[in-house]
């Protein structure tokens, strides 16, 4: 147990928060952590389940904290800044856990007050589920954190963020904004549109062959579904803070995709099994690399 600071605020009670203030309780990283959420149920959940020191503002959360996260959805990171910059301590670190970084950081870095810092990032790790309740202790356990400093930050700001995150299970990399934004469009945001578009197709099917896309949804379809339940607010807000480099990489997506089809229709198994051998190698370096595992069906008990 080493505590990295004395005061932790969470602003946003959801997914992220809940897990990191299980997590820093777990490896004993803060003297306290407060919290503040927008809605009165929220809070009151938050204290049901003993989450942190919840307050009923994000003024009084970030008195005196040491280090503040924002966890709210990316399109409110900066009326949430704007709205707690006045009472933040000389010297603490702003930070936030937002899935998109360039338009984080251009609607927060404005209202940091000159005596603060601020260190975005990002922990690649979540589920569909959201709210105080979906957290827990491990989520961010072996799982990357991207430390994607502003130029010109305190290094020593950004090596006490990353023993924090440490301390939280995470294994820390710093990248780029831009770099991390078109990483990200490529693992995570394309391939929850597309997951997205997927299940939307088989809803409309649905309507043609009554329940049989549910009936019979085998595991492909079914990760799509899982997916595809993620949080409406927060996908919104990424695929609309992240336009370029989404739209980047969808252009290539539909590309690709024209050629299987083309492949498809022409009969062209060797193109089509080159490809699928060259993907099944992708997925094998994944599991390699410990982001996840080789059990059938990813794991999953059968209950
Ligand atoms: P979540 O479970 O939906 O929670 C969002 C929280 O933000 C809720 O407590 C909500 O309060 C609060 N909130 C929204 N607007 C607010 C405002 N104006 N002022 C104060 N609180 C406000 O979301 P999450 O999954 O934890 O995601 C939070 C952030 O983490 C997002 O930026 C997301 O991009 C990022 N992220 C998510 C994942 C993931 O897989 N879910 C992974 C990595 C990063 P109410 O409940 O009262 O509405």
């Known amino acids: 147990m080493t505590q990295v600071y004395e005061k932790v605020a969470l602003i946003g009670l959801g997914l992220i928060a809940s897990s990191m203030s299980w997590a820093i309780k777990r490896g004993g990283l803060a003297g306290q952590v407060t919290g503040y959420a927008r809605s009165q149920e929220t809070r009151d959940t938050a204290r049901r389940i003993d989450l942190c020191d919840v307050c009923e503002s994000a003024a009084d959360a970030v008195k005196d904290a040491d280090l503040v996260v924002l966890c709210v959805p990316v399109g409110v990171m900066g009326a949430v800044a704007q709205?707690?910059?006045p009472y933040l301590k000389s010297g603490a670190t702003v930070s936030d856990v937002g899935s998109v970084k360039r338009a984080v950081i251009e609607a927060v870095s404005p209202f940091i007050p000159d005596d603060v810092h601020f260190v975005p990032a990002h922990p690649l790790a979540g589920t569909e589920h959201s709210g105080p309740e979906a957290g827990f202790a491990s989520l961010f356990d072996n799982r990357w954190n991207l430390l994607v400093p502003v130029e010109g930050t305190d290094p020593t700001a950004v090596d006490r963020l990353r023993a924090f995150w440490e301390g939280m299970g995470a294994n820390v990399d710093v990248m780029d904004p831009d770099h991390h934004d078109l990483v990200l469009a490529v693992t995570s945001h394309v391939p929850h549109l597309i997951a997205y578009t997927m299940v939307g197709v088989a809803d409309d099917l649905r309507r043609v062959t009554d329940s049989e896309v549910i009936k019979y949804s085998a595991a492909g379809f079914r990760d799509f579904t899982r997916i595809a339940a993620s949080d409406p607010t927060m996908w919104r807000?990424?695929?609309?803070?992240?336009?370029?480099?989404?739209?980047?990489i969808l252009g290539r997506f539909t590309e690709e995709l024209f050629d299987l089809q083309r492949a498809i229709r022409t009969g062209d198994g060797d193109k089509l099994h080159q490809y699928f051998t060259r993907t099944r190698a992708i997925r094998r370096g994944i599991i390699q690399a410990g982001q996840d595992t080789d059990a059938p069906d990813f794991g999953r008990v059968k209950k």
């Open 83 to 85: 709205e707690i910059a």
């Open 237 to 248: 807000d990424v695929f609309l803070s992240n336009q370029e480099a989404t739209l980047e």
